[in-house]
């Protein structure tokens, strides 16, 4: 059973930074996307960052200039730089991996909390 692993997360305050990081549990053949989504409290879950296999990347308007995501192809890992914090940044991080034929993996989630 494959598993994604996700570490960083914690409670770090306003203009602080904190890395994200998710790793898979074996190797993936076939990855289309690797990516972070959140949920901040009482909304829906929303795309952060995303990058594709040619390091091609998309990410929210709202984390533009402040967030970097990065992966590593060989270990099948994802990292999210998260830079400028603001409590609205606040919310449950989860890693996400989309195969090319289609199916998709997450993690747990990591809680982030940005707060004085």
């Known amino acids: 059973q494959l598993q994604l692993v996700e570490s960083g997360g914690g409670l770090v305050q306003p203009g602080g930074s904190l890395r994200l990081s998710c790793e898979a549990s074996?190797?993936?053949?076939?990855?289309?996307?690797m990516g972070w989504f959140r949920r901040a409290p009482g909304k829906q879950r929303e795309l952060v960052a995303m990058?594709?296999?040619?390091?091609?990347?998309n990410s929210a308007d709202s984390v533009k200039g402040r967030f970097t995501i990065a992966r590593d192809n060989a270990k099948n890992s994802v990292s999210l730089q998260m830079n400028s914090l603001k409590p609205e940044d606040t919310g449950v991080y989860y890693c996400n991996i989309v195969l090319i034929r289609g199916g998709e993996y997450w993690g747990q989630g990591t809680q982030v909390t940005v707060s004085s």
């Open positions: 990058i594709l296999t040619d390091g091609s990347t």
């Open positions: 074996r190797m993936i053949s076939s990855i289309y996307a």
